[in-house]
């Protein structure tokens, strides 16, 4: 390159340096990017028998299937439904996500999603959920569940946990209610809720709604019951709210006697909260 005075510089370009460097940091993050969604993927691990019947292309019989969600919900089945030794354990979900570290193959106590067969008739499900599934998982963990579950002649119950902070209402005084039900359902759902429909402007998030959304695409009947309570953690008043869900079922899932304290305790955790605003 020739200056004003004369002079030749040389001078290279950078540009295909940039360009390669470019290229570098484009693969460097496509491949995080690749990891971090192996990472989050949604995985279902089911029992011996259970597997070897899915290898051969065919769906699980089902014509009940009931999904807990929360800890209240979830502590509900334990006490009063599985509470007896009607129920095997036959496979379980592991999610990753920022607030769940389950890894693959793996459960702990925070991170459960656990599904249960009747001993007596297989054709009835129940899984019982309190890990967090982050938005961009409850597609996947829909889809992933109800591929392998008949659809023909399948009845949904969803009972799950809400703060009745969330609720909406013109009437300040309905918290003092709490715990109470409200429930949304399909279009293919022909029976009577138990409880009022949930009012407007509320609505659903999280699993429940997923689970409601892919069942009201494939027209499959689902009700789901959501638990408003004015308790955060898991509650034996809260869990009892939950069982009129369970007297459309029939003897499908048959409701244990109430149980003893200590067997309440093992599902209800106690906890002093510090006694100021800065919790």
Same mark, same amino acid.
Not at 26 to 31: A, F, I, K, L, R
Not at 96 to 111: D, I, L, V, Y
Not at 264 to 276: A, D, I
């Given at each position: ?44 691990? %089911? @029992? ?12 699980? *019989? ?22 007896? !030794?009607? %129920? ?7 999610? %990753?996500? !920022? ?9 702990? !106590?925070? #991170? ?9 008739? /297989? ?17 996947? %963990? ?6 392998? +579950? ?19 209402? #013109?009437?300040?005084?309905?918290? @003092?209610?709490? /715990? ?12 009577? /809720?138990?409880?009022? @429909? ?9 699993? /429940? ?24 953690? *898991? ?21 244990? *006697? ?5 067997? +309440? ?15």
């Amino acid at each position: 390159m020739a200056t004003f005075f004369g002079e030749v510089l040389s001078v290279y370009s950078r540009a295909v340096e940039e360009d390669e460097e470019e290229l570098d940091e484009n693969e460097e993050d496509e491949e995080i990017r690749r990891e971090l969604e192996e990472k989050r993927e949604v995985h279902l691990h %089911w @029992s011996p028998e259970v597997s070897e019947s899915l290898k051969s292309g065919s769906k699980l *019989p089902c014509s009940d299937f009931l999904l807990a969600v929360g800890h209240n919900a979830a502590g509900f089945l334990s006490v009063y439904v599985l509470g007896s !030794e009607s %129920w095997d354990a036959v496979g379980h979900a592991s999610v %990753w996500n !920022e607030r769940s570290r389950a890894g693959a193959g793996t459960t702990s !106590e925070e #991170s459960v999603c656990v599904f249960y067969r009747h001993k007596n008739n /297989p054709s009835v499900l129940i899984c019982q959920t309190t890990c967090y599934i982050a938005e961009d998982q409850l597609f996947q %963990w829909t889809e992933k569940v109800f591929d392998v +579950l008949q659809h023909r002649q399948l009845n949904v119950t969803v009972l799950s946990d809400s703060s009745v902070a969330e609720y909406k209402t #013109s009437d300040y005084l309905c918290g @003092s209610s709490a /715990p109470f039900l409200r429930s949304l359902h399909t279009a293919a759902f022909s029976g009577q /809720p138990v409880c009022q @429909s949930l009012e407007q402007p509320n609505i659903i998030t999280g699993l /429940p709604a997923a689970v409601l959304n892919h069942c009201e695409v494939h027209r499959v009947a689902t009700v789901v019951y959501q638990c408003y309570s004015d308790v955060t953690g *898991p509650d034996s008043v809260t869990m009892e709210t939950f069982k009129p869900a369970l007297t459309k079922l029939g003897k499908s899932v048959q409701l244990n *006697p109430p149980p003893s304290t200590d067997v +309440l305790r093992k599902f209800v955790r106690t906890t002093n909260l510090p006694s100021n605003l800065y919790i």
